[in-house]
Every structure is written in structure tokens, then in C-alpha cells.
């Protein structure tokens, strides 16, 4: 039987409201988990991401909870990270006590203010409009170890994550809004005094699936003397990919310089994006100050390039 004009007018409407629903189901966040989880730190981010293994003070907090205990110190830390393409400001302070009891404790802020130019793809013209995600987040770790081989950690945080979109933006398109606890736990073993190997789980209670994907982060660091280390990272993530596992792989190495300075550079590979990054940094230290500023760009698959910089000062 054929189609008369009518009918077949009457399917392309069809087909353009399907289209149109389609669309419209399909804006968010260009890539939400990339803005809300790209916070390292400066001595990470010189390192490309790799120090799973080694982090201790604010580092442990943002990277492993266990590292907390790697080194017997009580250090306030505030780090500062910018990521130009989307304007998005990471702002981390943090307080960590692993010096006076066995057991350590650390608590921490963290605030992300995005602004990712987004593209709605209409039946219509294109509409591209400003989005604004902020992210406020308020964390208590704690890390124990057992025996002097073995670091357990857990890392709770309360999660606040919202965005705006704009006033003349039209129908059907609607702003993310989260408010939930999250939870983290992380393991390092130390094989001898230059090898460890750790473990951490993210994001264990189900948040958002992209913004906040499950994920597990394992890493190898090896550390000679007080001079150089080494670290090896592998992200693998579950969720943010519907249909597959995907993966990051960061190294990094460390070169420290009479037992002040420290020259870092690194190098990722994000399977999910399909990109590639290289890194630099440096840092200075002393018994009650440290200070390190890194760079990262990318150097396949677009264009982008993150700038921080971070503190530590020492009361123990």
C-alpha cells in the first residue's frame, strides 16, 4: 500500500519531533565528569596525575587517604588549579594531623566554579549559551596503618553540585543539581623502603554516574633515597562510558635537589577523551614551608592547558 502526501507529510513531522526530543535529551555538560574530577594538586599535576602511591598531606586527601600516614606530620595545605578552556577555578584546602596520633585525620574544602561554553543542537539554529557549575565540597579522611607494611584509608565527603543555564535558554533544557555523600577508600603497601604499591576505590556510593563515575586507581612508585621516585598510575573508570571500561595512565618522575627543591615532569593518556598531556613543575621545601607550581598541556587530541600552584606549612 502507498503513502499518500498527506501520510508521508504526516511521518517527516514525526520524524522532526522525534529528532527535536532527541536533542534536546541529549544537553549536559560537555564532558561533566572531566569538570568535576581534574583536581590533583600542584605536586600531582606536575607529575601528571601519578602519586597514588606517594601522596601524603593535602595531596593523600584529593589522591589516596591512606597516604596520609606515609609521613608523620601535622600541615595545613591550600592548593589553587585553573584549567583555561572552560575558565574552571579549583580552589583545595585542607588540614592534616598524622604526627600526634597513630591514627590519622584530615579534613578538607574544596570549591570548582565552571563556566563550559555548550552547544544544543536544535531542529532549528544552534544554540550555544554559557553554562555556570559550581561544586562545593567538604571532606574527613582518616588512615591507619598495620604493622609497617600495610595503610588502609577512607576518605566521606559531602557533595553540593549544581549548574545554571541561561534565562533564554529554551524549553526543555534543565540544570544539574546534586547534594550527596560520597565515599572513597584507598590502600598502600609498602614493599621495603623504595617500593609501594596502592589501591583506591572513588566514588564508591552511587552518585552520578558521568559527574562522579566509580572508578579504581592503582599505582607503583618507587623511591630512591630522598633523591628520586618514580610513579606509574592507571585510572580505570566504570561508568562514565555507558557502554565500556575505559582508562587513564599517568607517569610521573620526581628529582630532588639538596633535599629543598624538587623538579618534576609526567605524562597521561586519557582513553575516554583520546588525549594526550605532558607536565612540568617545580617545588621547594623546607621543615616548615613547602610551595610547588606545575603546568600541564595537552599535546594530542585539542588544545588545553591547566595552571597550579599549592602551599604547605608545617607545624609538626
Not at 600526634?100 to 550555544?128: C, D, M, W
Not at 556510593?205 to 562522579?212: A, C, L, R, S, T
Not at 597521561?268 to 610551595?291: C, E, I, P
Request: charge should be negative.
Amino acid at each position: 500500500m502507498s503513502c499518500t502526501p498527506v501520510c508521508m507529510n504526516s511521518m517527516r513531522i514525526r520524524r522532526l519531533i522525534i529528532f527535536a526530543s532527541f536533542a534536546l535529551g541529549l544537553i549536559g555538560p560537555a564532558d561533566p565528569a572531566f569538570a568535576a574530577n581534574d583536581l590533583y594538586g600542584a605536586r600531582a599535576m606536575s607529575l601528571a596525575g601519578a602519586l597514588r602511591a606517594s601522596a601524603t598531606g593535602a595531596a593523600a586527601l584529593i589522591l589516596n587517604p591512606a597516604g596520609m600516614s606515609l609521613a608523620p606530620q601535622y600541615v595545613i595545605g591550600a592548593n589553587y588549579q585553573f584549567r583555561v578552556a572552560d575558565s574552571t577555578s579549583f580552589v583545595h584546602s585542607s588540614v592534616v594531623d598524622s604526627g600526634t596520633t597513630k591514627l590519622a585525620a584530615g579534613v578538607s574544602y574544596t570549591f570548582i566554579r565552571s563556566n563550559p561554553t555548550q552547544l544544543l543542537a536544535t531542529v532549528g539554529e544552534p544554540f550555544h549559551f554559557e553554562e555556570t557549575i559550581d561544586i562545593h565540597e567538604v571532606g574527613l579522611a582518616l588512615s591507619y596503618p598495620i604493622g609497617t607494611w600495610l595503610i588502609l584509608g577512607l576518605h566521606g565527603r559531602y557533595i553540593n553540585y549544581s549548574s545554571d543555564v541561561p534565562v533564554d535558554a529554551p524549553d526543555g533544557l534543565s540544570p544539574v543539581n546534586l547534594s550527596n555523600v560520597a565515599l572513597d577508600a584507598g590502600a598502600i603497601l609498602r614493599l621495603g623502603e623504595s617500593i609501594r604499591i596502592a589501591a583506591v576505590g572513588y566514588n564508591l556510593v552511587p552518585i552520578h554516574d558521568q559527574i562522579y563515575p566509580q572508578s579504581l586507581g592503582t599505582a607503583v612508585s618507587y623511591s630512591s633515597s630522598s633523591l628520586l621516585t618514580i610513579e606509574f598510575d592507571a585510572l580505570i573508570d566504570f561508568t562514565t562510558d555507558p557502554n565500556k571500561i575505559t582508562a587513564s595512565f599517568h607517569g610521573g618522575v620526581e628529582l630532588t635537589l639538596r633535599n629543598a627543591f624538587a623538579i618534576r615532569g609526567g605524562a597521561m593518556h586519557q582513553m575516554h577523551r583520546n588525549t594526550t598531556f605532558v607536565s612540568a613543575g617545580f617545588g621547594y621545601f623546607s621543615k616548615r614551608f613547602g610551595a610547588s607550581i606545575g603546568l600541564r598541556q595537552m599535546v594530542d587530541g585539542g588544545s588545553e592547558t591547566q595552571i597550579t600552584t599549592g602551599a604547605e606549612y608545617f607545624i609538626q
